[in-house]
């Protein structure tokens, strides 16, 4: 994926915990800004946090269903 992300904003949802929090970590590792969307806005929250301590750029969400 090796430069195909930098520069792009993404939305992953259900990034919160899982298999959502690992996409979203990895897109921003590839210099993507994530959009980390979940219905959990704490766990949200908590990804985005980790995501910007690890010199990334990312937003939490809360989505509704």
Known sequence: M???VA???IIVTGSGRGIGEGIARDLAAEGARVA???????AAE???AAIGKD?????ALRVKM
């Open 2 to 4: 090796s430069g195909l």
């Open 36 to 42: 980390v969307a979940d219905i959990d806005l704490a």
């Open 7 to 9: 520069g792009k904003s």
């Open 46 to 48: 908590r990804v985005a």
């Open 55 to 59: 010199g990334g750029e990312a937003i």
